[in-house]
């Protein structure tokens, strides 16, 4: 045999070169070889697939402690805005929120199983100081109201440190609130009553429930200052300085922290804020946030922000009376009223949100019925409680199983909060709930007199007034292919508008305050859709809720070129066309039939029935 690598003749059989001393092959020892390889090569493969393994279980382990991470902030969540609830309707009964100035823990840890804390004592009705029977609510009803279960407040814990409870504290006004949790031994979450999200600080750094609290201008202001009452009698924005004492604007600040306007224009409230000596924070009733603007006085002229984002923007207004603002007891007892409602219908809309996300669509009464303490006190007969309480329901019942596979008989409202219920204008009545044929959409109404009625429903969230025989119906496609009214008019350009005849041309009628920022927001993202389409075959015409030309016409500029604007102070027009909320649309097909009528906020809905619309 020859070696592989001198080449020179070896013996037969050596494992070795005796020339060069190569290592020879030979047939025997080529499977001990192919053996060292054959692991050497397994070792290969088994390094990679471990580290693999090694990773996944890292990522794993990740990947449990966010979705525990963000599970337990869930929870948080989920029990702060049902406190928040609790606490919005016990303000609307006794014109604060449950005074702890000093601050004070609550729930699992704190209040079992006797109930010890002050938040506790007040929502429940139980050894409370202020909501106790025998003390009358603004609305004239007796005290020991239950807005919250004992047990549902004593079973409240810290998800992240379980031996611990929640944290509640106030002003000492009772004007604002904040709750909180410690999450570990540096860092807290917490929200407040102005801001409804969750946010996340250093526990040490945990905000007063109020920023005009002890050392901040608000409480050492006097009624001398910005409470009281003004009207506006100018104003600067992007046509420069104009007079606007014709629109009598008038604003009022209480020394509660309320305020209130109204105007030709339209009315609205909302609560205030000092930051410091030159910002205040204005938060509407429809807003969560609210904007900070600089305001200045002197003497008796008061300058206002419009804009946070630019200064240059502002209004005039002059003093017409120094006191602060009391109103009657009739007001406070309406606004009153109108909050109770608003609170009770939150917490329906929220029961039948989570109704709906377990079992596809909401409680289904397209006939409507009426329901609480009237009518459900104290044999619970309205399917609407029924379902909501899990109580002889015919869908949630045990036996069925949601979409995520829990077995039915969900209480996801109190039998005792549902019969409690009652309408505080009439109170021998209830409220009323309907839904379209398949439940998917959803309406609740109440009267308020002989006339009118108050209504929200699954797309709207604000509170409506309207008659009572105008209630609208559960599903607004209900309407479609009825006639539109061929309203007849003067746009600002002094042209005459007749819609017979327009009749040939599909028409986007929008009705807008255009003092209402969000509503004009809302315009320009619907704007901003509008332009994907060819809107060449359409008319666009604007109800302008104002008696400026100038405010249709800045309206116009977020439409498609050849809008018609039409200046609609009283909302004649607007009530014509079922357009007189803001903003509300209204689809409306070649011979005038309507196609669609809804809120112009950019919901789902709204925005599958404007494509539709505009590609037919």
Known sequence: MFCPNCGKQIPDGSKFCPYCGEKIETVENIPEKRSAVRKKNSLLILIPIIVVVIAAGIFLYI????????????????????????????????????????????????????????????????????????????????????YLKTQTLQAMYNPFIPSKGYHYATDSSGTAWILWVEIDDKDSIYRTDKNSELMQCATSEIPKPNQSSTNNPVKSMSSNTLIGKWQAFSIYDWTGWRDISEANAIYEFSNSGTFSYSSVDGSGSGSYKIIDKNHV??????????????????????????????????????????????????????????????????????????????????????????????????????????????????????????????????????????????????????????????????????????????????KISELMQCATSEIPKPNQSAEKG?????????????????????????????????????????????????????????KFIVLSFSSEPNDAQKLLLLLPEGAIGILDTDRNLASALKVNSSPYIALVNRGLTLFYRGPGELTKETLDNIKTFLLE
């Open 482 to 538: 009825t006639k539109v009214e061929a309203i007849k008019a003067v746009d600002i350009n002094g042209n005459a508008v007749d819609l017979s005849k327009l009749k040939n041309f599909k028409l986007f009628i929008l009705g807008i305050n255009p003092g209402c920022k969000a509503c004009v927001e809302s315009i320009q993202q619907l704007g901003t859709e509008i332009a994907k389409y060819d809107t060449s075959n359409i």
């Open 281 to 458: 924070q204005l938060t509407e009733s429809s807003n969560t946030a609210g904007d900070v603007v600089e305001f200045s006085i002197s003497g008796d002229e008061l300058t206002l922000g419009l804009d946070p984002t630019d200064p240059k923007y502002v209004m005039k207004l002059r003093r017409t009376e120094n006191s602060p603002i009391s109103g009657s007891n009739s007001d406070a007892a309406e606004r009153a009223r109108k909050s109770r409602v608003a609170g009770d219908f939150t917490s329906l809309a929220t029961a039948l949100e989570a109704f709906k996300v377990d079992w596809g669509h909401y409680t289904i009464v397209p006939n409507g019925e009426e329901f609480g303490k009237p009518a459900d006190n104290p044999i619970i007969t309205s399917a609407i409680c029924k379902e909501l309480t899990g109580t002889d329901a015919t869908l949630n019942r045990p036996g069925n199983t949601t979409l995520t596979g829990e077995d039915g008989g969900i209480e996801y409202l109190k039998t005792q909060t549902l019969q409690a219920m009652y309408n505080p204008f009439i109170p021998s009545k209830g409220y009323h709930y309907a839904t379209g044929s398949a439940g998917t959409t959803w309406i609740l109404w109440v009267e308020i007199d002989d006339k009118d009625s108050l209504y929200r429903t699954n």
């Open 63 to 146: 990947k449990l402690s966010q979705m525990n991470d963000y599970a337990r902030r869930e929870r948080v969540k989920f029990d702060f805005n049902s406190i928040a609830v609790a606490l919005t309707v016990y303000k609307t009964d006794w014109g604060v929120y449950p005074i702890v100035p000093n601050g004070e823990e609550f729930g699992k840890p704190t209040d079992k199983p006797i109930i010890t804390s002050a938040i506790c004592k007040e929502l429940t009705g139980t050894d409370a100081t202020l909501n106790r029977p025998g003390n009358t609510t603004l609305a004239g009803e007796n005290g020991g109201i239950e």
